[in-house]
T-cell receptor, first 114, second 113 residues
Framework: GAGVSQSPSNKVTEKGKDVELRCDPISGHTALYWYRQSLGQGLEFLIYFQGNSAPDKSGLPSDRFSAERTGGSVSTLTIQRTQQEDSAVYLC????????????FGPGTRLTVL | DAKTTQPTSMDCAEGRAANLPCNHSTISGNEYVYWYRQIHSQGPQYIIHGLKNNETNEMASLIITEDRKSSTLILPHATLRDTAVYYCIVRVFNAGNNRKLIWGLGTSLAVNP
């Protein structure tokens, strides 16, 4: 079956522009996570959605970052007024539900802010 | 969340067992140990997890010490495709909490022919 997909795979933008990153989780998965990974680093948690519950936004680094998940499926991560330090790979993962042990990751979106 | 410590890099000969250690000396009683790996330019892949008993699946075995302060991931017959960064993660298993995983820098495993 289809795994987690993300688009675009690569995004190059200029400092100060807004960007939107998209994640399509595995069908039927109620939990969705966003992480980012800077070069040579581990993953940094950003935000978590679980069903219709209020998302856990505790990992968002600033108010320039926001995310939504419409209809309990597709999610969009938006970065406003991008900065060079936002350059990273943004990874999305989904799991069957909050109690699941395994998170399934997408291939990521590589964001480069010039 | 408990902190994990792993060697930065390791080498292993193809066909041999790869033993990847992880220290988690501050682990709490209800915290599980998870292992993921990340092959270059791909998203991470779940390998295995455990609480206190040793675990085995089709990919690997997980050996957790009796005091739970350390664990070892064993790839019994490493292949070139096992070359990846391996992350040891400790996270609370609690139905009231989400599953955000706190990632370290991992161990870069190179499997050599």
């Amino acid at each position: 079956g289809a795994g987690v997909s993300q688009s675009p795979s690569n995004k190059v933008t200029e400092k100060g522009k807004d960007v939107e990153l998209r994640c399509d989780p595995i069908s039927g998965h109620t939990a969705l996570y966003w992480y980012r990974q800077s070069l040579g680093q581990g993953l940094e948690f950003l935000i978590y959605f679980q069903g219709n519950s209020a998302p856990d936004k505790s990992g968002l680094p600033s108010d320039r970052f926001s995310a939504e998940r419409t209809g309990g499926s597709v999610s969009t991560l938006t970065i406003q007024r991008t900065q060079q330090e936002d350059s990273a790979v943004y990874l999305c993962a989904s799991s069957l539900d909050r109690g699941s042990n395994e998170q399934f990751f997408g291939p990521g979106t590589r964001l480069t802010v010039l | 969340d408990a902190k994990t410590t792993q060697p930065t890099s390791m080498d292993c000969a193809e066909g041999r067992a790869a033993n990847l250690p992880c220290n988690h000396s501050t682990i709490s009683g209800n915290e599980y140990v998870y292992w993921y790996r990340q092959i270059h330019s791909q998203g991470p892949q779940y390998i295995i997890h455990g609480l206190k008993n040793n675990e085995t699946n089709e990919m690997a075995s997980l050996i957790i010490t009796e005091d739970r302060k350390s664990s070892t991931l064993i790839l019994p017959h490493a292949t070139l495709r096992d070359t990846a960064v391996y992350y040891c993660i400790v996270r609370v298993f609690n139905a009231g909490n989400n599953r955000k995983l706190i990632w370290g820098l991992g161990t870069s495993l190179a499997v050599n022919p």
